[in-house]
């Protein structure tokens, strides 16, 4: 079970933004943070928990280990305000957990 | 570039089985380390798994549907199939399809669009 805080976070742009997640058991550093906007699919942010995938922007990232996990968005642009979600992969047996999402709007 | 496309019906009704296929383009499913998985999620509610299947053809399901779920592909048509059995209108919901490989640690790092269905009668 993974456990994401706050449901929504209200914030201005061009300031920061920390989003949480926890999950109940340890998943090492096999957490994943998804952006998700309105009538598109998630887009891959951060896997690893703390390494930014492809054309990611820097003002992205990500870090925790074991059961607590952060996502930082250092600068708020127009453009990412939206669903945020966390995601645990667990080794064996190889199941995929996801977070309930957390809002990020003005 | 990599790009996944679900397909299927929009409409299934209550007991009939659901079939979707995601088209895949840019990669090859016979490479190794690498899977494609299908996520669904239902209108305003959180992302759910629903299963992996590998390069090697190794198959993985959630727990909580492994009973109706199956899970093929067929490389020489790039494509990977998802069978559920037994819909009910809980099942209604958006299902993407996306690639997974090795280096990746095994995340999502490319979706398909989605394909929204519904069950109902």
């Known amino acids: 079970l993974m456990t994401q805080s706050p449901a929504t976070l209200s914030v201005s742009p061009g300031e920061r933004a920390t989003l949480s997640c926890r999950a109940s058991?340890?998943?090492?550093?096999?957490l994943a943070w998804y952006q998700q906007k309105p009538g598109q699919a998630p887009r891959l942010l951060i896997y690893?928990?703390?390494t930014r995938a492809t054309g990611i922007p820097d003002r992205f990232s990500g870090s925790g280990s074991g059961t607590e996990f952060t996502l930082i968005i250092s600068s708020l642009q127009s453009e990412d305000f939206a669903l945020y979600c966390c995601?645990?992969?667990?080794?064996?047996?190889?199941?995929?957990?996801f977070g309930q999402g957390t809002k990020v709007e003005i | 570039q990599i790009t996944l496309k679900e397909s299927g019906p929009t409409l299934v009704k209550p007991t009939q089985t659901l079939t979707l296929t995601c088209t895949l383009s840019?990669?090859?499913?016979?490479?190794?380390?690498?899977?494609v998985g299908w996520i669904r999620q239902p209108p305003g509610k959180a992302l759910e798994w629903l299963a992996v299947?590998?390069?090697?053809?190794?198959?993985r399901y959630s727990p909580s549907l492994k009973s109706r779920l199956t899970i093929t592909k067929d490389t020489s048509k790039n494509q990977v199939v998802l069978t559920m059995t037994n819909v009910d209108p809980v099942d209604t919901a958006t299902y993407y399809c996306?690639?997974?490989?090795?280096?990746?640690?095994?995340?999502?790092?490319?979706w398909g669009q989605g394909t929204l269905v519904t069950v109902s009668s």
């Open positions: 840019g990669f090859s499913l016979s490479a190794s380390g690498v899977a």
């Open positions: 058991q340890t998943v090492s550093n096999n």
């Open positions: 995601q645990q992969y667990h080794h064996w047996p190889p199941t995929w957990t």
């Open positions: 299947i590998y390069w090697n053809d190794d198959k």
């Open positions: 996306a690639h997974m490989s090795y280096t990746l640690q095994y995340f999502f790092d490319y």
């Open positions: 690893g928990a703390s």
